[in-house]
């Protein structure tokens, strides 16, 4: 038997999304949501399971579908800590059922996430941070960061992601505008047997708007 290696899975996402924001107290909040379709098709008349690759399986039909789903989402910030709730897609969507066994499935996701900015002195700053990831049927995902920023300058910071990864960073500040930073990530979890570390550059900069977007401490 011989196969195709790309089996004519071809899903493609339109999405759009609106925000609403409102002043809570001493901070804002920011309401989202999300509506979109997935456009499915799956091309099976391509795959070959004859020996000699001529014959084409009369189940193996082509298909295509639509899939709608929608997200929603808050996030509360003030000038020193924020938190954030989202479900970016609700509706679960079944792309293939093969025998019982489901390919191209998407999943409902929730995030949480939260951070605070402590002033050690008038000099640095403390910026732990955490994001909590779960599927209703998989297991959870918790990363957790600090960072430390000196002189509203250079920052270096320490991250650990539950069970999965441990890493670092560095940036520096060249203007108020523009960043340079580099990262180091390791990976402990089984996924080290593809990709057991990772290196990456960073560079950050700032468009300048007639209108600031946030203040979040998220954004220093």
Do not use: W
Not at 75 to 81: A, I, R
Not at 97 to 108: A, C, I, Q, T
């Amino acid at each position: 038997m011989c196969a195709r290696a790309n089996y004519g899975l071809d899903p493609k996402m339109q999405q759009f999304g609106q925000v609403g924001r409102f002043q809570l107290g001493e901070g804002k909040v920011s309401l989202g949501l999300k509506v979109g379709a997935t456009f499915f098709q799956g091309n099976y008349s391509d795959i070959n399971v004859s020996p000699d690759g001529l014959d084409v399986d009369p189940i193996l039909k082509d298909e295509s579908d639509v899939f709608p789903n929608f997200g929603v989402g808050a996030y509360y910030y003030s000038d020193k800590y924020y938190l954030g709730f989202s479900v970016p897609n609700i509706l679960k969507s079944k792309h293939l059922d093969f025998n019982g066994r489901e390919f191209g499935s998407e999943y409902s996701h929730y995030f949480f996430t939260g951070g605070y900015v402590f002033d050690v002195n008038e000099t640095i700053k403390f910026k732990p941070f955490f994001m909590l990831k779960s599927a209703f049927s998989a297991p959870t995902s918790l990363d957790l960061s600090t960072n430390f920023l000196f002189n509203e300058k250079f920052e270096i910071g320490a991250t650990y992601r539950l069970d999965d990864s441990f890493g670092a960073m560095v940036n520096y500040a060249i203007t108020p505008d523009i960043k340079i930073g580099y990262a180091y990530d390791h990976i402990v979890s089984d996924l080290k047997v593809a990709t057991p570390s990772s290196h990456e550059i960073i560079l950050l900069f700032d468009l300048k708007f007639s209108k600031k977007v946030s203040s979040s401490p998220r954004y220093f």
